[in-house]
């Protein structure tokens, strides 16, 4: 009997929060010690890919607790920082090179903080996701766990047959005008596209997808930092080549020049020398 009423009180302690993350898009969730959270919220695109770690190193609220935060899954630590529910934090890399993750993070007021709390936030890199016809309770994201240097994507999804996820279909396509054939929507929620590259998740909560609803989203590479190597070998590969052509024809053109002039030299001194004999003999 003791049993039974520790399983129903666990029950009962954990369902409305299993019952809160549902509501929530799997992107949009903190845990807090292993259970999701509202105490903190997190937004903005990550420009590179990071599991975030935020830990309470002093109890206390706005202006009166601290904490330290690591960007690269608690390897390195920032400066131990205080807690200002006022202000936001942007993150950035602990490790060398300093980059920005382009994510900012909020404590909410209100809420008490713990020496020894710990949140965890996994950011992924994000790309803005813009809805078209939008009927169903359906949201998508794009994402890639790899920065996109040289290439560029455009995504155009459309629902396709209603449902969830399991149940609702969609195509995709990269121009706008030629779609693929349906494709049931996992129950995953994740679609792997351009050979893993990038990864499309679809989530709808206790709602669904219909009929009607679409989704556009374009990532552009960071052409500042692609790898030109290629092309200058390239490059000094053919000017070495031409001037390579250029060198061969001048040093042919020299040798028919001298071999010209030997052959004239030698052909008036022929006759030179003929000229002479006859007036002798005369």
């Known amino acids: 009997m003791k049993k039974v009423i520790l399983s129903l009180l666990w029950i009962f302690l954990i369902f409305p929060i299993n019952v809160r993350a549902a509501d929530e898009p799997p992107w949009q969730r903190f845990i807090k010690n292993g259970v999701y959270t509202e105490d903190i919220v997190l937004y903005g695109r990550s420009n590179q890919c990071a599991d975030i770690i935020i830990e309470i190193t ?6 009166e607790g601290e904490y330290r ?20 934090i942007a993150f950035f890399s602990t490790k060398p090179p300093v980059s920005d993750l ?10 008490g903080f713990e020496k020894g709390e710990r949140y965890e936030i996994h950011a992924p890199i ?6 078209g016809i939008n009927v169903g309770e359906g949201k998508v994201r794009v994402s890639s766990e790899d920065i996109i240097y040289n290439d560029s994507y455009k995504i155009f999804i459309k629902i396709t047959r209603s449902g969830a996820l399991g149940e609702g279909a969609f195509s995709y396509s990269e121009d706008g005008k030629k779609y693929s054939e349906d494709i049931t929507i996992p129950q995953s929620g994740a679609v792997s596209m351009y ?10 909560g206790s709602g669904r997808f219909l009929v009607g609803d679409e989704y556009r ?8 930092k692609r790898n030109y ?13 031409v001037m390579y052509l250029v060198y061969s024809h001048l040093s042919s053109m020299k040798d028919k020049l001298d071999n010209y002039v030997l052959y004239e030299y030698t052909r008036v001194e022929g006759k030179k020398n003929r000229a002479l004999s006859k007036r002798r003999q005369y």
């Not at 994000?126 to 809805?131: A, G, K, P, S, V």
């Not at 190597?229 to 080549?241: C, D, K, N, Q, R």
């Open 58 to 63: 002093k109890s206390g609220g706005d202006k």
């Open 69 to 88: 935060y690591s960007s690269d899954n608690g390897l390195t630590w920032s400066d131990i920082k205080v807690i200002k529910c006022t202000s936001d």
């Open 102 to 111: 382009g994510v900012k993070v909020r404590f909410l007021s209100g809420a």
């Open 126 to 131: 994000t790309y803005d996701t813009q809805e």
């Open 195 to 204: 050979d893993g590259k990038v990864t499309v998740t679809f989530w709808c």
């Open 217 to 224: 989203c374009e990532i552009k590479g960071d052409m500042s």
């Open 229 to 241: 190597t290629p092309y200058i070998l390239a490059i000094a590969g053919a000017a070495f080549f």
